[in-house]
């Protein structure tokens, strides 16, 4: 079935840095999904990447789909407390019918 | 605009009995997912269902665990003499239209299995 590997799995930045989590296949991918899930919460979609090279911004976040679809990244600008939790990629397709998601980046901000 | 629903939030079984947990879907929505998470871990999908039938169970175990989705009501997961491994986060999921549509998440329910 589809994977994804999804790093790094936890990231400590200090407040108003930067963070980045990549989310990569092996295999060609249709779109791709990202979601947030804030500790003892449940994921919230964030965004939809469809086509090859896509980039789409929301405020500090931005996110890039790669040119050949296997890969895409979620950058947060200058990160602040409400950014903490845990960013999951997750794809359709590849066999099953629900969501296949990668394992998730942690986030966690130091004061 | 209610959002997805699950019930109860929170379940705690002894090891041997059942686990009952529903999910209603946001209104207008006709598919269903069910994801099982594990401390420290992704979603696993478990299960696709549309009403009354089961699209794709291909994630779920193939024993003591069942879902439907009946015509009227909630869909509900349920799960057989459950054992301490079950213990995990099981999130619902629905979606208006087809499985490639945005998949909105319930709260989860948390399930503790003594």
Redesign the interface.
């Known amino acids: 079935g589809q994977q994804v590997m999804?790093i790094p799995q936890y990231q400590h930045v200090q407040e108003g840095e930067d963070f980045t989590t990549y989310c990569n296949s092996s295999t060609t991918l249709?779109?791709i999904?990202w979601?947030k899930q804030r500790p003892g919460?449940?994921?919230?979609?964030l965004i939809?990447l469809v086509k090859s090279g896509e980039v789409k911004k929301q405020k500090r976040l931005t996110f890039q789909f790669g040119e050949a679809k296997k890969n895409s990244s979620l950058h947060i600008t200058a990160t602040q407390t409400t950014d903490v939790g845990t960013y999951?990629c997750?794809v359709?397709?590849g066999?099953?019918?629900?969501?296949?998601?990668?394992?998730?980046t942690h986030l966690i901000i130091q004061p | 605009n209610a959002g997805v629903m699950q019930n109860p939030r929170h379940l705690v079984r002894r090891r041997g009995q059942e686990a009952r947990l529903r999910c209603s879907p946001m209104k207008g929505h006709s598919h269903v997912y069910w994801y099982r998470q594990l401390p420290e871990e992704g979603l696993k999908f478990m299960v696709y269902l549309q009403k009354e039938n089961i699209i794709d169970e291909s994630g779920m175990p193939k024993e003591r665990f069942s879902a439907e989705f009946p015509k009227e009501g909630p869909s509900i997961l349920r799960i057989q003499q459950v054992v301490r491994g079950d213990s995990a986060a099981y999130f619902c999921a629905s979606s208006p239209r087809t499985r490639t549509d945005t998949q909105y998440f319930g709260p989860g329910t948390r399930l503790t299995v003594l």
């Open positions: 999804q249709s779109n999904q979601y919460g449940h994921p919230v979609f939809q999951f997750a359709s397709g066999g099953a019918d629900g969501l296949t998601f990668g394992k998730g």
